[in-house]
């Protein structure tokens, strides 16, 4: 049980740092003013430092609003910065009540891969958003015009603008590294309840019954009950990451439904048949 679940876990952050470039992360430029053309610069100037471990990035121009970035990302993506319309215009009228957030968006989806985006894609997202806003509040210093308000001159010289997150995962995903194992770990019990159930209830057949009868008695029932336990795991699967979402950013089809299905049903049968031969050897 300990090699399987290790085995699991381990295949899946097998080399993930040597894979990030090979993601892409989204820039959206719905503000088209002078905040947006020195955010889209600023982040997609990364691309000219490449690193193993860095993603790259992309200016998406088809993307005409907030909500259509999220349901792209959502869908299909593994996170964008998107500077917010009318972005330029709210720093140049900045009045009483000027929110520097409003000026750009950071958008995570921790369902893609869940290692993968905790450990790298959301800091890219988050250093590149930072540094950004760092960079473009140090330009804005030297050009700064006092405001109608007293009251902003330190809040447009220090953080002219600044940036908010969020996740458009469908759940919260801070357990999802294990999801995988726990899952297997919560068949393997059900497992073990079933043939503890089963030796403490027919110990006696088994004494008088013929040996190949017993062997084929074990391998039908471990093996329904193992596509049974099996079918749930694929199923809360489906539920915990949407349809949309698979580890390899895949879209959930039936096909791979079933695959994960009877994946997880030839393991649980495997643990199954060794946990029969463990118990079959203690007393009832």
Not at 41 to 51: A, Y
Not at 65 to 72: D, I, K, N
Not at 188 to 197: C, D
Not at 204 to 216: G, I
Request: hydrophobic share 55%; charged share 10%; aromatic share 12%.
């Amino acid at each position: 049980m300990y090699w399987i679940a290790g085995s699991i876990i381990y295949g899946a952050v097998y080399k993930r740092s040597d894979m990030t470039h090979h993601a892409t992360l989204e820039v959206v430029d719905l503000d088209g003013g002078p905040v947006g053309r020195a955010v889209a610069d600023s982040i997609l100037q990364l691309n000219s430092r490449p690193s193993d471990k860095s993603p790259r990035w992309r200016l998406r121009t088809d993307l005409p609003t907030l909500a259509a970035t999220r349901e792209w990302v959502r869908l299909h993506g593994w996170g964008a910065i998107v500077i917010n319309q009318g972005a330029s215009q709210r720093l140049q009228d900045a009045a009483a009540g000027y929110s520097p957030q409003n000026a750009v968006t950071v958008i995570n989806n921790t369902g893609r891969h869940p290692v993968t985006s905790i450990s790298y894609l959301e800091p890219a997202l988050t250093q590149a958003a930072t540094a950004a806003v760092h960079q473009f509040a140090l330009a804005h210093l030297a050009q700064l015009q006092a405001p109608a308000d007293p009251l902003l001159l330190p809040t447009l010289a220090l953080r002219p603008i600044a940036f908010t997150s969020e996740d458009v995962g469908p759940f919260s995903f801070a357990l999802a590294p294990i999801i995988c194992v726990f899952g297997f770990l919560v068949g393997t019990l059900m497992m073990v309840e079933a043939l503890i159930e089963w030796k403490m209830t027919t110990f006696l057949l088994f004494r008088r019954a013929k040996h190949w009868h017993v062997w084929a008695a074990v391998a039908v029932v471990i093996t329904a009950w193992a596509l049974f336990v099996a079918m749930h795991s694929a199923l809360a699967v489906s539920a915990f990451l949407g349809p949309g979402y698979t580890a390899l950013a895949l879209p959930y089809t039936v096909g791979r439904f079933f695959s994960l299905w009877f994946t997880t049903a030839a393991v649980l049968a495997a643990i199954g048949v060794w946990l029969f031969n463990w118990y079959l050897v203690l007393a009832p």
